[in-house]
């Protein structure tokens, strides 16, 4: 089941509208565990988020490289780094 949580966000382009999420899944193309996350985090009930594909960012690449698939609140910096569940989300997001 694939489920879509936001707009593709190609890294330096500004966000549409100021309302957009704060939460970040930062994954890459053709990713098994980026496909798993994205069943968790639906699972969990993750309010939305933008999706951030890091394969042509070399520095996302640089920060991220085999961490991938993470969640990251760009409200205080936090990251989940994977592998997690839904309850681990879920304690995650009410931190």
Avoid: K
């Amino acid at each position: 089941m694939w489920l879509f949580y936001g707009p593709r966000l190609h890294p330096g382009l500004p966000r549409r509208d100021m309302t957009a999420p704060t939460l970040i899944l930062y994954q890459r193309d053709d990713c098994h565990l980026c496909d798993l996350a994205l069943d968790v985090l639906a699972n969990a009930g993750v309010p939305a988020f933008d999706s951030v594909f890091i394969d042509e960012d070399p520095a996302l690449e640089d920060r991220y490289g085999m961490r991938v698939p993470v969640l990251r609140d760009d409200r205080d910096g936090r990251e989940l780094d994977w592998p997690f569940d839904a309850d681990a989300a879920r304690r995650w997001l009410h931190r």
